[in-house]
């Protein structure tokens, strides 16, 4: 930070806020538009980033730094004792080595503090790590490992031969009573006997060579063995540290409220679905920023948080765009921090669907097709009932079945698919598991896609700490392609038609955002890009076998 900012985080504003009114209630922190006030304090802030020179960190920007990226910053608007309005800033986790530098709001727990139980603790874990790749690596052990594979190899061979001839013999041996079957009963006894005895000695020699092979092997084995306890007792051990360490940690980090309650990550989370907190938990921007604030008597006017640098190949994040907290680590945090605070109205608790009107666009005596508005539920969400699926509920009472055949996210327009019967239900489903539905969306995307027509291929799996957030993730994740063709090129936007092959949630807006897909987000998609009038994505076409008549029916329906 720059030489004027002041030592105790609370920065007056450089230009003047004469003209600014204050908001009425805070921040509503998991869907927001940033109040100016918010909007000034980060250009300041991020006029002081640009001007940095002492962190020697690239926020993901160096090629050669490929370990570094973005980080998110946060803005808390505050007024102090005296009725001064100025803000706090801090960031997410740690910028280089640290998690203190000048002018921003320190760490709510120190945990990288030097001599600290963490320090200690991770050291002793990164000892146990270093000690089980020595084992993992020794030339005994692996030169066991590969012996005994060549054994096990070698002996499955011999007993499969061996078998196998046990089965021509037994064949053979059942041909040879049948044939003597027809003569006198006491040539048949005899060679009842003689082939018993056969059968019994062919059992004797494959017991005989498994003995073998297993006599062979058990040296190897009890010397692998050797080094697979060691290995697997000290796992045992670094797993039950590292989550003694992690339960210790949780315990040091602790909250307050403006009524002054403190409560520690662990009693945050304890009544949580996840019980315990997750990895990361309250290192976040907003955390920090209301701790400091409530402990300096500091009130909260407005916040807001954006990301500063490049975006990792995982999770979508634009260069000095605006995003809500995150859920998962921090919605319990701040249910606490922010309580008794009068914040904005949480939009996901209104109903987007109030007075929008379903159109009709085919129907018959088996299946109709409707053309969802945005911001519209296909079926209802945990606050909204209201949904495609309970006006066709309500519209066709005699119906059976789920009604639904297939889904566009809320903010999604376009064709829906109705079954007016269970049956008529499965077999549409089935088409679109089959992948014989062909579909074809209509997106305007914020920025100029300089090929025509291409394939994207991303897997995605949602952010389990930002839920409704999908994320790409080649370990984890599910197979998502699509197929894209630009239609035109007007004012920096790019009219596209995306032909998705699989029907992942948000996959055209992430394989539209993401820097490996087209790196151009949708026009007004909140989530992976710039809130605008509506989400400009719409499904405007589609193609599919008439369950009944086997007819090939073609929908289309324009958007915008």
Not at 175 to 200: G, H, M, Y
């Amino acid at each position: 930070m720059s030489k004027e900012i002041s030592d105790d985080c609370f920065i007056p504003f450089k230009e003047s806020i004469a003209d600014y009114p204050l908001p009425k209630r805070f921040t509503f922190p998991f869907y927001y538009e940033p109040h100016p006030l918010c909007r000034l304090a980060a250009k300041e802030l991020q006029a002081n980033i640009q001007a940095q020179k002492n962190w020697g960190y690239s926020f993901g920007n160096d090629p050669n730094k490929d370990t570094e990226a973005g980080k998110m910053f946060g803005i808390l608007v505050v007024q102090n004792q005296q009725q001064e309005l100025g803000y706090l800033v801090g960031f997410s986790g740690k910028i280089g080595d640290s998690n203190h530098h000048e002018g921003f709001v320190p760490p709510v727990f120190d945990v990288f503090k030097a001599g600290g139980f963490f320090n200690k603790g991770m050291a002793e874990l990164d000892r146990m790590t270093r000690e089980i790749e020595v084992l993992e690596k020794d030339t005994t052990f692996t030169s066991s490992q590969a012996l005994l594979a060549k054994e096990q190899a070698l002996a499955a061979t011999e007993l499969g031969t061996l078998k196998d001839q046990m089965k021509l013999a037994k064949a053979a041996r059942k041909l040879r009573r049948q044939e003597v079957k027809q003569q006198t009963p006491e040539l048949f006894d005899t060679l009842q006997e003689t082939l018993a005895a056969e059968s019994i000695a062919s059992h004797n020699h494959l017991k005989k060579i498994r003995k073998y092979w297993a006599d062979r092997m058990a040296v190897i084995q009890e010397q692998v063995l050797h080094y697979t306890a060691q290995i697997t007792s000290l796992k045992e051990k670094r797993k039950k540290k590292s989550s003694l360490l992690q339960r210790e940690l949780f315990e040091k980090y602790h909250f307050l409220n403006q009524y002054g309650e403190v409560k520690s990550l662990l009693d945050i989370f304890e009544h949580t679905t996840q019980k315990m907190p997750p990895a990361g938990a309250g290192e976040c921007a907003a955390p920090k920023l209301l701790q400091y604030a409530f402990q300096h008597q500091l009130r909260p006017i407005a916040m807001a948080e954006f990301w500063w640098g490049a975006s990792s190949l995982s999770t979508i994040r634009k260069h000095g765009h605006f995003y809500p907290t995150c859920r998962g680590k921090c919605e319990p945090i701040l249910l606490h921090m922010l309580k008794g605070i009068e914040m904005e109205e949480n939009p996901m608790l209104s109903n987007p669907a109030k007075g929008k009107v379903l159109d009709i666009i085919y129907e018959d005596d088996y299946l109709l097709a409707v053309n969802k508005p945005a911001e519209f539920l296909s079926v209802p969400g945990k606050n909204i009932q209201d949904s495609v699926w309970l006006r066709m509920k309500q519209k066709l009472p005699t119906a059976t079945g789920p009604l639904v055949v297939h889904r566009l996210d809320m903010s999604t327009s376009g064709i829906l698919l109705i079954a007016k019967s269970k049956e008529i239900h499965k077999q549409l489903q089935r088409q679109f598991i089959e992948r014989t539905v062909k579909k074809r969306y209509v997106a305007l995307l914020d920025g100029v896609v300089s090929t025509d027509e291409g394939l994207i291929n991303l897997p995605l799996r949602v952010d389990l700490d930002n839920r409704p957030h999908q994320m790409v993730c080649y370990k984890h994740g599910k197979t998502a392609r699509t197929k894209w063709k630009v239609v035109e090129r007007t004012n920096q936007q790019t009219k596209i038609h995306f032909f998705p092959i699989t029907g992942r949630t948000h996959q055209l807006r992430v394989h539209a955002a993401h820097p490996l897909g087209l790196n151009t987000a949708i026009v007004g998609d909140d989530l992976y890009g710039s809130r605008a009038d509506r989400l400009y994505l719409h499904a405007e076409w589609i193609g599919f076998e008439h369950p009944v008549t086997t007819e090939r029916m073609e929908l289309l329906v324009d958007g915008f």
